[in-house]
């Protein structure tokens, strides 16, 4: 009985080696084109409503002796709103792509408004700071998308169309060596986050 269960389990075993030597893509008649050239490219769709948020807090502990353990904290919120499967539809997935910068760049924008800053001017100097300030591509994860969200590709003629109204002193090719209204550096505070051993 064992024999049996032996010689079965070779047989597959050699029968599957023989199948896959003598069927590779370019020798079966039924296969004319490797099936990585003709997988569609696919994209990530969301339920309908579906938001992402990223939270910053700062905490700072109050240095009063009576009554101890008070602390003061500071947060900011980004909502950021995930494509369904109509915006991927509707929408050239490139200019999308500008347009969800753009949106990210004004919610940035607003919070840090709302925290009497200049806004405009912090997501300016981090968009100037991207260029210098990061990593080469694939060296780290959080300088990837960093770049990603702060890197404004000037030469391309529909992200001037898109995000051009709302920040057209991008296209002063020396917008970055000019003085700043900022006084925080969004991305060093998200560098210098990595930094802390826990």
Same mark, same amino acid.
């Given at each position: 009985?064992?024999?049996? +269960?032996?010689? !079965?389990?070779?047989?597959? @075993? *050699?029968?599957?080696? &023989?199948?896959?030597? &003598? ?38 502990? #109050?240095?009063? =002796? ?12 980004? @909502? ?15 200019? &999308?792509?500008? !347009?969800?910068?753009? $949106?990210?760049?004004?919610? *940035? ?5 709302? !925290? ?12 100037? $700071? ?10 780290? *994860?959080? =300088? ?16 001037? +169309? $898109? ?20 006084? #925080?550096? #969004? &991305?060093?505070?998200?560098? $210098? ?6």
């Amino acid at each position: 009985m064992i024999v049996k +269960k032996n010689l !079965r389990l070779i047989f597959i @075993v *050699l029968l599957s080696i &023989l199948a896959k030597g &003598l069927c590779s893509v370019n020798q079966c008649p039924n296969i004319k084109n490797p099936l990585g050239s003709i997988r569609k490219r696919r994209h990530l769709t969301f339920p309908d409503g579906s938001t992402v948020s990223m939270t910053t807090s700062v905490v700072k502990t #109050f240095m009063t =002796h009576v009554p101890s353990g008070w602390f003061m904290s500071v947060e900011a919120d980004v @909502v950021y709103h995930l494509p369904d499967a109509k915006v991927i539809l509707a929408h050239n997935r490139k200019k &999308l792509h500008h !347009r969800q910068k753009r $949106e990210f760049w004004e919610t *940035l924008q607003g919070a840090l408004d709302s !925290r009497n800053m200049n806004g405009k001017a912090c997501v300016v100097r981090s968009i100037c $700071e991207a260029k210098t300030h990061l990593a080469p591509p694939g060296k780290s *994860l959080v =300088h990837d998308i960093l770049r990603a969200v702060f890197t404004a590709p000037l030469h391309d003629e529909e992200f001037h +169309k $898109e995000v051009g109204i709302a920040y057209t002193e991008l296209s002063d090719p020396d917008i970055c060596s000019q003085a700043n209204d900022c006084t #925080f550096s #969004f &991305l060093d505070f998200v560098l $210098e986050l990595n930094k802390f051993k826990t």
